[in-house]
């Protein structure tokens, strides 16, 4: 067997700096970006998705931006083909890939090699689904399977759909099929991190920034294309609160207000993927190291690379 090649994610929840930092570790460890995020995927959402700006694009390669249209459907299973393929042609270019997003389900498909599910849509079931109440759905995923309703946001309704149609087509819980096959990496995983308040005080920054460069002009471009506003695409944060705007269901001031709460919500969310008790992660509390104390990590682990490699 080969030797294990190097992977580095950096992980945490929205808003911690995962983007500035990583961008910065790549440039000195002659390392490209794979982006785990399920929503940087799209093609003309650049400032709701806070996707790296050109200049930073050229600084740096990046992956698994801009790869379907926000009507195309791309799966999970698609983003970890994907994923595995550019980690691959980084490492033959002698490059460290650095694994960036807050996207737990793709970074778990990519780390831990998760299988999954060969169920093929169902399209007529998925109708049927899509027009019971979102609770009720939930639910009824709590019943047929516990464990993967814990890793689900009760208000990713897409997620909660498939999960039940594989349930049901299946006749197993969805969480006994995603079996791990664990890719030949040797990964070193940095968790970043802040105490709530302070990161909650960022979001409401970043929220507002996005505002500003134009995230309600884009969100009227998606639509005025034709993007359907209940596209999965268009259920992500800030798309979805924007949209109900400009179609009339509520006002401006209410939109920004719900956008802020459910940005804090989403990140309690990404806190049950990412567990701050997870010993596989190297945790930094970003109120008390810096970031030549994360620089320092990865130096190490790289340093130990090489060791291994003669």
């Known amino acids: 067997m080969m030797p294990a090649q190097p992977l580095i994610a950096i992980l945490g929840p929205t808003a911690v700096g995962k983007s500035a930092l990583a961008l910065n570790l790549a440039r000195e460890f002659r390392g490209e970006i794979v982006s785990a995020d399920s929503r940087q995927v799209y093609r003309g959402m650049d400032i709701g998705t806070a996707k790296p700006s050109a200049d930073e694009r050229r600084a740096v390669p990046h992956h698994l ?64 689904l899509q027009r019971q109440a979102p609770a009720a759905l939930y639910a009824r995923l709590q019943q047929l399977d516990p464990r993967a309703a814990a890793q689900i946001d009760p208000r990713n309704t897409r997620r909660v759909i498939r999960a039940l149609e594989v349930c049901e087509s299946a006749g197993k819980p969805i969480s006994a099929l995603q079996t791990l096959a664990a890719p030949n990496y040797r990964i070193l995983r940095i968790g970043l991190t802040l105490p709530r308040q302070e990161l909650y005080r960022r979001i409401n920054i970043r929220v507002d920034a996005m505002l500003a460069a134009g995230l309600v002009d884009e969100v009227r471009a998606l639509l005025v294309r034709g993007y359907a506003p209940d596209l999965p695409a268009m259920s992500g944060l800030g798309y979805r609160h924007i949209a109900a705007y400009l179609r009339g269901k509520t006002s401006y001031e209410e939109a920004v207000r719900v956008l802020k709460r459910d940005t804090r919500r989403f990140v309690h969310h990404q806190y049950s993927w990412f567990r701050l008790d997870d010993a596989r992660i190297c945790w930094f509390d970003l109120s008390v190291a810096t970031d030549a104390d994360v620089r320092a990590r990865v130096a190490q682990f790289l340093a130990e690379q090489a060791t291994t490699d003669r």
Do not use: C, K, M
């Open 65 to 128: 931006l801009d790869v379907v249209d926000p009507d195309e459907e791309f799966t999970l299973a698609q983003y970890q083909a994907r994923a595995y393929a550019a980690i691959a042609e980084i490492h033959a270019r002698g490059h460290i890939p650095f694994l960036v997003g807050g996207s737990g389900l793709y970074v778990r498909a990519v780390l831990e090699g998760l299988a999954i599910p060969r169920v093929a849509p169902n399209r007529a079931r998925r109708a049927e």
